[in-house]
């Protein structure tokens, strides 16, 4: 039964690590794992939190009643305090030390991070081994005669192999693009409600130096080299349009490859793969339809 709408990107072309990359467990388990990172950083650097509570929070960082979630932020209208509630209700031991210290986003924001480099980690697979693929194609092809076409229009004769190198530069630029982003990914930390790491300061009284080690743990644990230097309450929103560029420059060059395809199918110069059982039209069994590209 699908009675509901459903994204064709999300059904028809995600894979299945992207999927589960951004389902909601895996969103709300990361910020559970990120309360209790910080609260064994915070154990370790001599506040009030015990062994104990550390690993109770650990032991339920899966078990996520989304029915006390739900219910509580009717009550309350606050997504991270529903999830600190029901965090709370599963471990009772470490509920009154959860978020000790943060701010929303010290889970909103840090675990989008975690989950934008982890997906951008996967895609620069898929790119690479894309790229090693037309690299094998441009090479076995290198001196195979075809027509050049300029306005497409027939002109001076190139080689499929070259073709296939036009393309191959498109993504070559792309994956050094988003070498350069996952390169500078920087962990947000636990700054406070301002970047000013105030609360901690506090908490800590006043010794700047356990918090900056709190944050040098926190994002090592994650994976992390280090966390940017100067924040407010989240991390520099230049980055969600770094990514975003570089998304739509591997999205340009995918799209000019495919349109090419398509446009060559025409003239019977490269077609896609047909399978044997494959219908390339409803009403035309001769048909090979184009979809893939």
């Known amino acids: 039964m699908k009675d509901t709408y459903e994204s064709?990107?999300?059904s028809r072309y995600a894979s299945s690590y992207m999927k589960h990359l951004f389902s909601p467990d895996m969103r709300y388990s990361t910020w559970r794992r990120l309360w209790t990172e910080l609260a064994r950083c915070e154990h370790e650097l001599g506040l009030p939190v015990t062994e104990q509570q550390v690993a109770e929070l650990e032991a339920h960082i899966n078990d996520i009643d989304y029915d006390i979630v739900s219910a509580r932020e009717r009550e309350v209208r606050h997504d991270v305090m529903a999830h600190i509630y029901a965090y709370g209700k599963a471990a009772p031991e470490a509920a009154g030390i959860i978020h000790l210290g943060a701010t929303s986003c010290y889970v909103t924001d840090n675990a989008d991070l975690i989950l934008y480099r982890d997906g951008l980690v996967y895609l620069r697979k898929g790119l690479v081994d894309a790229i090693s693929a037309l690299c094998d194609f441009a090479e076995k092809y290198k001196a195979l005669p075809t027509v050049g076409y300029t306005h497409y229009?027939?002109?001076q004769p190139v080689t499929v192999g070259k073709r296939a190198a036009l393309w191959l530069q498109d993504f070559y630029g792309d994956l050094k693009e988003l070498d350069f982003v996952i390169e500078n990914i920087k962990f947000l930390g636990c700054r406070g409600t301002t970047g000013t790491e105030a609360s901690f300061m506090e908490l800590f009284d006043n010794d700047g130096g356990k918090i900056d080690e709190m944050?040098?743990?926190?994002?090592?644990?994650?994976g992390f080299s280090e966390c940017f230097d100067v924040c407010g309450q989240t991390y520099p929103r230049k980055l969600d349009s770094r990514i975003l560029n570089t998304l739509g420059a591997i999205a340009q060059s995918?799209?000019?490859?495919a349109n090419d395809i398509r446009l060559l199918q025409h003239d019977w110069q490269l077609e896609e793969p047909f399978g044997s059982s494959q219908i390339g039209s409803s009403a035309m069994a001769y048909k090979r339809n184009p979809m893939r590209c």
């Open 254 to 257: 995918s799209y000019r490859m």
């Open 215 to 222: 944050n040098r743990r926190l994002a090592e644990r994650f």
């Open 8 to 10: 064709p990107f999300c």
């Open 153 to 155: 229009q027939p002109a």
